[in-house]
Structures are given as C-alpha cells and as structure tokens.
C-alpha cells in the first residue's frame, strides 16, 4: 500500500523581510485572519517572528485535535509568552505538568459553592453601576462595562480592599499593557527592543499593575484576616510539591490572571450583548418574557442562572458572533503530527476563535444575530467549531464563574434600562481581545414590569 503524502502547507501571501506579516496583522487584523479562511486551506503558514514558522489552523477537527488530543504534548506559544510579560508564570502561561498543578491551586476558587456566594455581590455592584446612570445620558459602555467588570472584580477577588483611586489607576494601566500585548503577538520580537515610546508606555504600565496587585496582597498578609475571596483563598493554599504557601509572587501572578479575565472579556462580552439587544428589540422582549416568567419581580439568584435558557442562548449567539479570542497559540515541542501532517520541534500554532466562528462552512448565515440558531438540532455547529471557552486541558478555569457573571449582570440591567444606539458603525478591534472599537448608546428606562414598583425621579433609574 502506498501512502500518499499530504500537499504542502500553502504560505500566505504578502510576507515582508524581518517583518513577516506585521504590516497586515497591525493595518486589519481580524480582516487578515478571515482572508486566510477564505483564501487557502486547513492549515496555512504565515510569518511573525522571523526565522519561526507559525501555522494557523483552520480545519474545526484539527484545531480540536490541536487543543483536546495533542493539548498535554503541546507548550503554550507565542500569545501566553507574550501574556506572561504581564501575568508572570500563572496558571494561563503555564504548559504541562506546571499548568496541571496550579490548575489544582485555583480550582477551589471556582467551585459551585464559591460561585453561588458571588452572585449577590455581583448583583449588587451591576445595582450600584445602575444607580450612576442618568436618563438620556450618553454612556460609553464598553468604559462603563470595564468599569462593572472590574467593581465586581473588587468584591469577588479583592473583597473590596482597593479604593476609587487604585482601581482608576489599575483600569488606565490594564488598558494600556492588554493593548501592548496585543500589538507585540504581531510584532517581531526585536521591535519591543527599540527605545520607544511605546515601549516604554508599556513597561511602566505592566509594572504599576504588577505593584498595584502586589500591594493589596502584601497588605492582606500583614492583616492576617480572612475576608472569604479568592486572594484569601490563594493566602491558604499551599504548593502541593513543597507543602508550603504560595509565594507573594506566585499569588501576584494568579490574581494578574484573574484580573485580566475578569475585566477584558467579561466587559467586551457585556458590552457586545448589550449592543445586540438594542439591535434586536424582538430578542431584547423575549428576554425580558423569560426573566418575568422566571424571577416574578425579585432579583436574579444562583438558582436563577440554569433556569434561564434563552438568555443563555443569546450569550452563546454573542460569544459566536463577538468572541473576544482572535489568536491562540501552541508550540511543538517535538515533531507532532497534526492530521496528515507532520509538524517539526518549535512550530507555533494558532488558532482564531472569531474567524472560526464566522465561517459559513460552519454557520448558517454567520453574521446574522440569531439565538434560535442553537435549537437547530438537524443541523448542529460540527465537532470544535464553537469553542467558547476553549477545550482540552487548557479551557478557561472560569468558564462557569464567567456565565454567571454574564447572566447575573444582564439580567439586573436590562430589567431597569435599554440602550438606544446614536447610530454609529461599531466596530471590533482587536488588541489582546476582540473589543468594540467604540460603543455610544444613550440610556433610558425600562418600562416598569410586574414586580418593580416605585416611581423614580424624572432623571433617576
């Protein structure tokens, strides 16, 4: 029998010296990378570090095979390396038996009965937010999404520990290293050598949000006090190789982690869900149908968040069409083979979940907005076409811990107020997540529903 051997992997077109790719990565990046779905075959190479080949995955059952099947044999890549300048060795940079063991650290954080104790926390900063509202405000919310997302993070992680000041201080900084991580992924690495500006903007940022999540864990030590969060829970966990405590260091580096995940994303998947509903009257009525049927007027409970299915499909139609992933790595560490392929030691692979999940191969009508589309079972998305939260041994810890974030905050907020669009084109940019470039909407109150009694002041929520 003869084998046939497979066709070679096309490269994409455009390629420059030293630079590679970067000129179309840093002009359209999610333009680029859905040219390549269009353009060439599962597997396509493209250049971004010279002298490194990086092969983007394209094919839905290779890139499952990539996470789910090769995940234990396969190092982190490029990306995590690029988030490690910032988060330091965490769980999300960390690759075999190091990301099994701190994986074993966090776990507890984000038990069933961890997270049932959030939800009145979260629900109560989303109430607060609302309250800082006024009627025909013109509101940023991808900044007011950020801003929840990271009193949230406050009470969650932190216990509330940090003031208005630090947290301003942590928001500035954050924005500006996940932007600089996002344009050093397309960057050769020589670039973040130069003497400028922008380097210099982004070491000075990574280390203030290094200092400012330092102190808080410094000042918890000292106090001996155990205020039931998650830093609290890092304070008692303990090494499993060594038996003894995590070091101030190592706890540094997985709250980083908690804070990047629970701000970034969780305020671009808000902000994106809160964009579609006010597209979508019709969506935005069927929610509210549900969430009467359901609550009968009171708040939003743990209980509440699986009682709730298709506000879960809108959020899974909104983490289709607006995932926030545009480029995740992995590395050979030895030749791999990847279907018919076989790739040498030190290949970076990638993947990009937003591409992926816009592909008409994959999705009927893929820019059309339609949480329906997840009762379609004759016809159901293939095996590792949606991948919202990743696969394998590396998805996200927080999955659960996020869509009860996501649930309990849109719940609480579309019951008070809609959103009216100013009629601006919204884009998505993409810098270390995919994020709505800008997102103006002016407030206005909810009809009064069954259950919400009162009569608010002419300019209060």
């Known amino acids: 029998m003869t084998l046939v051997a497979p066709p070679p992997i096309p490269r994409a077109a455009g390629s420059l010296p030293l630079l590679g790719h970067a000129v179309q990565l840093m002009r359209d990046n999610l333009g680029f990378i859905a040219s390549l779905r269009r353009d060439y075959g599962p597997l396509v190479e493209i250049t971004l570090q010279p002298g490194t080949r990086t092969v983007i995955v394209q094919d839905p059952e290779l890139i ?3 996470l789910v099947d090769l995940g234990p044999s396969l190092d982190k890549g490029r990306f995590f390396e690029k988030m490690g300048q910032l988060l330091g060795d965490s769980v999300v940079t960390a690759a075999g038996q190091e990301h099994v063991r701190k994986r ?29 509202w006024r009627l025909g405000q013109s509101l940023d919310v991808r900044e007011a999404m950020v801003k929840l997302s990271l009193d949230m993070l406050a009470k969650t992680v932190f216990a509330g520990s940090l ?16 932007n600089g991580v996002g344009a050093r992924i397309m960057l050769p690495d020589w670039a973040e050598k130069l003497p400028l500006p922008f380097n210099r903007r982004f070491d000075q940022a990574r280390d203030a949000v290094r200092a400012t999540i330092q102190r808080a864990v410094d000042d918890l030590q000292a106090s001996g006090h155990d205020t039931g969060d998650m830093l609290s829970m890092l304070l008692r966990a303990t090494d499993e190789e060594t038996g003894r405590p995590l070091t101030g260091d190592q706890i540094c580096s997985e709250i980083l982690t908690l804070a990047v995940a629970g701000t970034e994303t969780t305020a671009s998947v808000l902000s994106w869900t809160l964009y579609e509903l006010s597209r979508h009257r019709e969506v935005e009525a069927r929610v ?34 607006h995932h926030t992933g545009w480029l995740v790595t992995r590395r050979t560490v030895t030749d791999t083979r990847l279907g018919p392929w076989t790739l040498p030691a030190g290949t970076e692979l ?19 907005f339609d949480p329906d589309r997840w009762l379609d ?6 095996s590792g076409a949606f ?46 997540t995919v994020r709505p470039q800008a997102l103006l909407m002016t407030v206005r109150r909810r009809e009064e529903t069954a259950g919400q009694a009162g009569t608010p002041g002419a300019n209060s929520l």
């Open 377 to 382: 079972s004759e016809e159901p998305p293939p």
């Open 387 to 432: 991948l919202p939260f990743g696969a394998g041994k590396h998805k996200c810890i927080g999955d659960r811990f996020a869509l009860t974030e996501l649930i309990t905050a849109i719940a609480t907020i579309v019951r008070r107020v809609r959103f009216d669009l100013r009629g601006q084109s919204v884009r998505p940019v993409a810098r270390a």
């Open 288 to 321: 509210l149908a549900e969430l009467d049927e359901v609550l009968q007027g009171r708040p939003v409970s743990f209980e509440d968040v699986t009682r709730l299915p298709y506000l879960r499909r809108v959020l899974d139609e909104v983490l289709r069409l």
């Open 163 to 178: 003031d208005e000041a630090t947290f301003r201080r942590l928001r500035r900084d954050l924005s500006v290293v996940m």
């Open 350 to 368: 990638a993947y990009c979940q937003h591409a992926l999940h816009r592909d008409p191969a994959l999705f009927r009508d893929p820019e059309v």
């Open 104 to 132: 074993r650290q966090l776990q507890p954080a984000f038990a069933r009965g961890e997270i049932a104790r959030y939800v009145d926390i979260m629900r109560d900063e989303v109430s607060t937010a609302l309250d800082g």
């Open 64 to 66: 499952r095979a990539m």
